[in-house]
């Protein structure tokens, strides 16, 4: 099982500040499948980019995704309001499916 | 506009079977190559895949909780469902269903699963007490 660490576990940013969310994985994601969701209070998880920097229909170009092998991260460029919650990866290139522990963005 | 709503008892007893059902609207479960599936989150947790069925009854399940899991589907009724056998206070949680994209295959006794989410449900929450 590939186990996913994401870290910080909550970081405290301003509105327009810019957020670098990590996760690591315990062996390689293969073909970079990994996704990142975000998670409102008291909502579904939404999904946000897969395939490690792949963009899902309608999310902001302020998220962007990078990396590979065991090192992807997950950027903000500037914070909007609605952006504080919390986010988790979820790799897809080996059974089971996995999430990290996620990270919580919260308002400084 | 695809949306998944979750439905089922809010409460089971220790011992007993957990059943929720899922029901898919402003989409059909029969068209594209989509898996359907279910996605559970602990109070205060992160989030832990359960399995995943595609229209034709072909079922991957993760390891950890195969031996009490069963997900079926009933296209007729664009639905699908989960029953969890045997539950502890550990199965308390919220329970999400979500449209699955990528694809699976079953190799000798392994599995190859290669989903992501891209439609969840808006879950429901079920609590596992006497």
């Known amino acids: 099982e590939i186990v996913l660490t994401q870290s910080p576990r909550t970081v405290s940013l301003s509105p327009g500040e810019r957020a670098t969310l990590s996760c690591r994985a315990s062996?390689?994601?293969?073909?970079?499948?990994l996704a990142w969701y975000q998670q409102r209070p008291g909502q579904a998880p939404r999904l946000l980019i897969h395939?490690?920097?792949n963009r899902a229909t309608g999310v902001p170009d302020r998220f962007s995704g990078s990396g590979s092998d065991t090192d992807f991260t997950l950027t903000i460029s500037r914070l909007e309001p609605e952006d504080f919650a919390v986010y988790y990866c979820?790799?897809?290139?080996?059974?089971?499916?996995?999430f990290g522990g996620g990270t919580k963005v919260e308002i400084k | 506009q695809l949306q998944l709503q979750e439905s089922g008892p809010g409460l089971v007893k220790p011992s007993e079977t957990l059943s929720l059902m899922c029901t898919v609207s402003?989409?059909?479960?029969?068209?594209?190559?989509?898996?359907w599936g279910w996605i559970r989150q602990p109070p205060g947790k992160g989030l832990e895949w359960i399995g995943a069925?595609?229209?034709?009854?072909?079922?991957y399940y993760n390891s950890s909780l195969k031996s009490r899991v069963i997900i079926s589907v009933d296209t007729s009724n664009n639905q699908i469902s989960l029953e969890v056998s045997s539950v502890t206070a550990a199965d308390t949680a919220v329970y999400y269903c979500?449209?699955?994209?990528?694809?699976?295959?079953?190799?000798?006794?392994?599995?190859?699963?290669?989903?992501?989410?891209?439609?969840w449900g808006v879950g429901t929450t079920v609590t596992v007490s006497s």
């Open positions: 979500a449209r699955h994209v990528g694809s699976a295959y079953s190799y000798g006794i392994y599995d190859h699963i290669y989903f992501y989410m891209d439609v």
């Open positions: 402003g989409g059909s479960i029969s068209t594209g190559s989509y898996y």
């Open positions: 069925i595609y229209n034709s009854g072909s079922t």
């Open positions: 062996q390689s994601v293969s073909s970079r499948y």
């Open positions: 395939a490690a920097s």
């Open positions: 979820q790799q897809y290139g080996g059974s089971p499916l996995t």
